[in-house]
């Protein structure tokens, strides 16, 4: 199985760590290096490459960081490059479903739908046929994915809890319709876990979690009841 640390999840940075026990894959770069070191030993000598799926500062800050302290090329779309104004001998510009190598995993991004220039997500295979699913900061996927063996994805809020927000006058109107614009909302996610099962699924790991407008008793246990698999909550 494919070992999953996470550093951090939601809009206070995002980074994720990824080992198929040879290689490892960074995923975002919204936490500053330090932070990542302690849990990695301050050992990124088996950190093959960096993922970014868009430029938002959560996901994308302290990518000049990790360019500086680790040895790893950054993978990200052309969109994404230009919005971050991006330079470096070590950037590698990816395409949506064209799929490339980094270290001994194949990696396929897939565009997704966010209020970024080129955003997309990834389907990561492992050698020994492990295969995992990420996909955030989006209010769709069009695409359903064979034989996943872990899914990241994002469940961001509750249609719920954030009406309750905004009728409550916590959530301003013009946020409420970002939110809805731009985030996975709790029924969409399940209906896209759901279209996505397979009998090799092990384990689903719900990211990019609200705060403020989730209610992540509820997501988990509405998740297990379609998987049945164990289900977490990335940071909590």
Same mark, same amino acid.
């Given at each position: ?12 940075? %995002?980074? $994720? ?34 993922? !970014? ?21 950054? $993978? ?12 470096? $001998?070590?950037? !590698? ?62 469940? %961001? $809020? ?37 279209? %996505? ?33 164990? !289900? ?5």
């Amino acid at each position: 199985m494919v070992g999953l640390t996470v550093i951090g999840s939601g809009s206070s940075g %995002n980074c $994720y760590v990824l080992d198929n026990g040879t290689d490892q894959l960074m995923i975002e770069a919204g936490l500053p290096w330090k932070r990542v070191g302690p849990k990695l030993g301050f050992d990124y000598s088996r950190i093959k490459g960096l993922l !970014v799926t868009h430029e938002h500062g959560d996901h994308a800050k302290y990518i000049k960081q990790y360019l500086q302290h680790t040895s790893a090329p950054v $993978y990200m779309t052309l969109g994404t490059a230009l919005a971050l104004k991006m330079g470096s $001998y070590r950037l !590698v510009v990816i395409k949506a479903r064209k799929s490339f190598h980094v270290g001994t995993w194949t990696v396929t991004p897939f565009e997704t739908e966010h209020d970024a220039a080129e955003p997309v997500g990834f389907l990561l295979d492992a050698p020994a046929g492990d295969r995992v699913l990420y996909v955030t900061d989006t209010y769709f996927v069009r695409y359903r994915f064979s034989d996943v063996t872990m899914m990241m994805v994002e469940m %961001n $809020y509750s249609e719920q809890e954030v009406a309750l927000n905004h009728a409550d006058g916590l959530l301003p109107s013009a946020l409420e319709k970002r939110i809805q614009r731009s985030h996975m909302a709790e029924a969409t996610a399940l209906e896209f876990i759901e279209a %996505n099962v397979s009998p090799k699924l092990q384990q689903v790991i719900l990211i990019h979690t609200s705060q403020a407008n989730s209610n992540p008793v509820d997501f988990v246990r509405k998740t297990e009841e379609i998987t049945g698999v164990p !289900v977490y909550i990335a940071g909590r």
